[in-house]
């Protein structure tokens, strides 16, 4: 069914949902969503531009990436 590879990929994320970090957006992604990596995992923060240094918490994860808003 699913290999010790598939199983630590489902559980490597570095974050999880209601945490809180301080990242540096970094890029923007094709929505218009700046784009922060937390331990090379990608966050899509709504509303954050490149290079706004901001507080997050995260409302979603997937996967490969995570959405997030900033904390005011």
């Not at 240094?53 to 005011?72: H, M």
């Amino acid at each position: 069914m699913f290999g010790e590879r598939d199983n630590y990929e489902r559980n490597s994320s570095p974050i999880n949902v209601g945490d809180e970090h301080d990242v540096k957006i970094e890029d923007v992604g094709r929505d218009g969503d700046g784009i922060a990596r937390i331990e090379g995992f990608v966050v899509f923060v709504t509303g954050a531009k490149v290079g706004d240094e901001v507080r997050i918490k995260i409302n979603s994860t997937k996967r490969n990436f995570a959405f997030a808003e900033v904390v005011e």
